[in-house]
């Protein structure tokens, strides 16, 4: 069995794995660590997704890992959790990409799609011949997609597009967009080949964050559709969060990720900086601040584990994801920050990995549902009083 990686493991986490979660996990890393690593903090600096990667993830297995039929894998939730977590390691950028394209596209077409919709799209989605985006969110409702002015008219023999959509992963790559419109009272999803006459993608450039990930906004301009591209088992916005159900639970995994990589990097570093004639790794006041990092990493590590076995048993329920979203973004965020710190001066240089991922880990408290909107369903849930509003 290939030594999965050199990262922290203090309660045998890798013990409960099966060896062929092992295993996937382990080719993923490799794969990463030797083609794309050390090329992140190039793409990073020049605002770029290292797009020749996507085909070499579909030929392993990475996307819509966790369905199954139309050629893909169908692993269980913790393999599929793995991945995510290999992907943040890299950069939280291949894990966006990694989330949309499975969570946030393969998941509602094959989830709410038509046999015409998932023949045409999960197979080349899978592979990585075609790349996706998911358009939920508008200018004046993030946190409330149920405000989105896009709409979607019935015209009886096809419906009309109209509206907008930002910060759209993927906008300016997509060959395709699952866009949430509205359709007369309600909320449905439609399929658009981003190749429709009057849609358009606008770069969103000038991030500080996610920089090796492309963001974008979308227009529609009196688009044209088929009856064909509605997602027949769409129903309202409950589906729209039903994909990010699916993508939380993977972020949840890939901030582990993140937060490993700065560990080691801090960890590594210590040992080898000389400070007041000793390396800084002999200093109680370090020692206590990876003390706690290992400590919050290994709760996240057991968190995460326990998240994959509550979806594979379908006991999962969404303010548990909530929980573990928040939890372990918080935690990789705080580890980041930290990591960044004990590196001194050297820790703000692309060269070293903790403050790309502490910038990265930002958005990704942002997305998906931003920090204080988990705590809300949390809240909710252990009240019965919802506080949203
Ligand atoms: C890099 C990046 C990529 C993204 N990719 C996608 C994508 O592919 N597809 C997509 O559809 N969207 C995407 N998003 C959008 C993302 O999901 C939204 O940014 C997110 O939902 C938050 O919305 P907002 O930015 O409008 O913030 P707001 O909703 O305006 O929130 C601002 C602040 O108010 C707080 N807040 C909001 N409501 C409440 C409340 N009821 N009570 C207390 N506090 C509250 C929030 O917690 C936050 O602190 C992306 C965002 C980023 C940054």
Known sequence: MPQIIPHLDFYDFEEMLTSSQKMMSATLRSYLSTKVEKRIPEFFEREEFPIDCVPELGALGVLGANLDGYGLPGVDSISYGLL???????????????????????????????????????????????????????????????????????????????????????????DVAVVWAKLGDGIRGFVVPMKTEGVTARRMKGKMSLRASVTSELYFDKVKLPKSALLPKSEGLKSALACLSQARYGIAWGALGAAESCFTEALDYVKDRILFAKPLASFQLIQKKLATMATDITQAQLLALRLGQLKDSGKLHFAQISMAK?????????????????????????????????????????????????????????TGIPAFS
């Open 84 to 174: 995510m977590r290999e992907l943040e390691r890299c950069d939280s950028g291949l894990r966006s990409f990694g989330s949309v394209q499975g969570a946030l596209v393969m998941y509602p077409i094959h989830a709410f799609g038509s046999e015409e919709q998932k023949e045409e799209w999960l197979p080349k989605l899978g592979q990585g011949t075609a790349i996706g985006c998911f358009g939920l969110t508008e200018a004046d409702g993030g946190s409330d997609p149920s405000a989105m002015k896009t709409r979607c008219e019935d015209k009886g023999d096809h419906y009309l597009l109209n509206g907008s959509k930002m910060w759209i992963t993927n906008g300016n790559l997509a």
């Open 326 to 382: 928040q939890a372990n973004v918080a935690m990789a965020l705080r580890t980041a920050r930290e990591c960044r710190d004990i590196l001194g001066a050297n820790g703000i240089m692309l060269e070293y990995k903790s403050m790309r991922h502490m910038c990265n880990l930002e958005s990704v408290s942002t997305y998906e549902g931003t920090n204080d909107i988990h705590s809300l369903i949390v809240g909710a849930h252990l």
